[in-house]
Every structure is written in C-alpha cells, then in structure tokens.
C-alpha cells in the first residue's frame, strides 16, 4: 500500500521550454504532497509543500513563478518547471502524505530532468 | 541550514558485520526521526522511525537509537548484507514538514 508513482521518470529538453512532472497517489488519498529535488551526492532539498485545493507553500530560494505547483485533486499533483535552464537539471521526487498520519511520507520514484 | 546532518558520506562494511550509521540534528523541536533507503535514480523507501519519546525501536536487522539530549540518532543493521548497499538518508519531522540529512553510502563488501 501506499504507492506514489511520478511520470515521466526522466525527461530530456532544451533550454527555455517548460515541463510538467506529475505525482500520483494511486492507493491512498494524499491531503499533503512535497515536491522535493536532489544534486548528484546531496541531501534531498524541500522545494515546496502543497495542500489540496490551495496555494503551494515554497521554501525559501525556490522561485514559485519558476516552478509552479498544481494540487487539484487529492491524488495529483503536478510541477511545472517554466522555461528551465540547464542548472535546473536534477532530480526531482515527490511524496503523499495521508491525513492522520503525517509522521510517515511516501515518496515517488523520481523524475530525471535533463536541460541542454 | 543545515539542521540535520550526517557527518559520515560513506561506510564500507564486511557481509555479516554490523552498520552503524550516525546522524545528528539541532533543532530540539523535532519529534519524529525516520530513516529512507534510496538506490540511485530511485525514490526514497522508508526503513524504520522513531518517535521522540522513545530511545530505540527495531524491526528485525533494523534498529534505531535515539539520545534525545545529545541530539543524536543512529541506524545499526545487523547481520550487514550485500542488498543493504544503498544510500541512507535520515530524517527529522516537525509541523508536518521533514528535514533530510546529507546521506551516507553504505557498501557491503562480501
């Protein structure tokens, strides 16, 4: 139980095109989802924490007109990486949060973002 | 910011020996620890947690020590197996949110 899956798991573009990540829930109902990014040998960095049917919350020095978070449904949640940049290539993961149980998150398996 | 850290990037340790993997925090308002497991290109698995009011919790060859007033967790697995070659990444939740340390690579030699 308790499966997130991400889509694409890894995607190549060119340098200021956009792409979207989407973050699916697929057994358990996520009231909260975090977008999280990871450099090569580094810890994993909170980007954002986002709550069904409001306003994302960013960390701070993560530009949210860059990196715009959709959490329409309580098994979706989508970032979009707006004209991206080479040194936005990382790694992005998500996790799903089930309400009542905030002490555990469960995380996607991670989208490759690539920028030539 | 860093408010959890690991202090240690790597481990090397011999099939059937112990892993013991440290990790170190400063925020005294942290009360869930937690420890994920991750392969490269993969998401974060969870392997075991352990609330604040506890000083250790196991779950088979898992078992994670808590010392509250040195502000300090740590991961031993026993007996070490060569699928337990991962990056470790321990965790500190508070209001909802987790703090992630740096990780440690741990290779399990034969």
């Known amino acids: 139980g308790a499966v997130v899956s991400q889509h694409p798991s890894w995607v190549i573009c060119k340098s200021g095109t956009s792409v979207k990540i989407e973050c699916r829930s697929l057994d358990f109902q996520a009231t909260t989802m975090f977008w999280y990014r990871q450099f090569p040998k580094q810890s994993l960095m909170l980007m954002a924490t986002?709550?069904?049917?409001?306003?994302?919350?960013?960390e701070q020095g993560v530009e949210k007109d860059k990196f715009l978070i959709n959490h329409a449904s309580l098994t979706l949640s989508t970032l979009t990486v707006t004209s991206a940049h080479p040194e936005d290539s990382s790694f992005y993961i998500c996790?799903?949060?089930?309400?009542?149980?905030?002490?555990?998150?469960?995380f996607g398996p991670g989208t490759r973002l690539l920028v030539l | 910011d860093q408010q959890v850290k690991q202090n240690s990037p790597s481990l090397s340790v011999q099939e059937g020996r112990i892993s013991i993997l440290n990790c170190d925090y400063t925020n005294s308002m942290f009360d869930y620890f937690l420890w994920y497991k991750k392969y490269p290109a993969e998401g974060p698995t969870f392997l075991i947690s352990?609330?604040?009011?506890?000083d250790k919790n196991e779950d088979g060859r898992f078992t994670v020590f808590l010392n509250k007033s040195a502000k300090h967790l740590s991961l031993h697995i026993v007996p070490s197996q060569p699928g337990d070659s991962a990056v470790y990444f321990c965790?500190?939740?508070?209001?909802?949110?987790?703090?992630f340390g740096a990780g440690t690579q741990v290779v399990v030699t034969p």
């Open positions: 996790s799903g949060q089930i309400w009542g149980a905030e002490e555990t998150q469960y």
């Open positions: 965790a500190a939740s508070g209001w909802g949110k987790f703090q």
């Open positions: 986002s709550n069904e049917g409001s306003k994302a919350t960013y």
């Open positions: 352990i609330s604040s009011i506890k």
